[in-house]
């Protein structure tokens, strides 16, 4: 994928590589994923006030969202990024074009090449 700035809207915004048989898993925004990315960020916010924390909460998280339904979209379909944290390995995007123009779902990081964070 490849990543930009938009001006006109101060959203990130990628483009999902390869052609049209090119599927990327997409999980749906719901309760639960939403319960599970606040326990995430609060681990986080713990972490920072006990730095003993051993846990991984960003691991526990990537886990239990990889557990949650999704479906699937094509290359080449567009996105804006939402909501990104260094507590998650998805990022929450709003799809630009397409069929799935306007839906809301959680793509994982390392899905799209993201020069801000490392993510080949």
Same mark, same amino acid.
């Given at each position: 994928?490849?990543?930009?700035?938009?001006?006109?809207?101060?959203?990130?915004? &990628?483009?999902?590589?390869?052609?049209?048989?090119?599927?990327?898993?997409?999980?749906? %925004? $719901?309760?639960?994923?939403? $319960?599970?990315?606040? +326990?995430?960020?609060?681990?986080?916010?713990? +972490?920072?006030?006990?730095?003993?924390?051993?846990?991984?909460?960003?691991?526990?998280? &990537?886990?239990?969202? +990889?557990?949650? /339904?999704?479906?699937?979209?094509?290359?080449?379909?567009?996105?804006?990024?939402?909501?990104?944290?260094? &507590?998650?390995?998805? $990022?929450?995007?709003?799809?630009?074009?397409?069929?799935?123009?306007?839906?809301?779902?959680?793509?994982?990081?390392?899905?799209?090449? %993201? $020069? +801000? &964070?490392?993510? /080949?």
């Amino acid at each position: 994928m490849v990543l930009s700035q938009c001006s006109s809207d101060g959203y990130q915004h &990628a483009t999902i590589s390869g052609d049209s048989r090119t599927r990327v898993h997409v999980l749906y %925004d $719901s309760p639960k994923l939403q $319960s599970i990315v606040d +326990r995430a960020l609060q681990a986080r916010e713990e +972490r920072r006030h006990n730095l003993w924390r051993t846990d991984n909460f960003v691991q526990r998280a &990537a886990d239990d969202m +990889r557990k949650e /339904p999704g479906y699937e979209v094509p290359g080449k379909t567009r996105f804006k990024i939402l909501f990104e944290s260094d &507590a998650l390995m998805y $990022s929450k995007v709003e799809f630009e074009s397409d069929s799935f123009r306007g839906q809301v779902g959680w793509l994982w990081r390392r899905s799209f090449d %993201d $020069s +801000r &964070a490392g993510y /080949p």
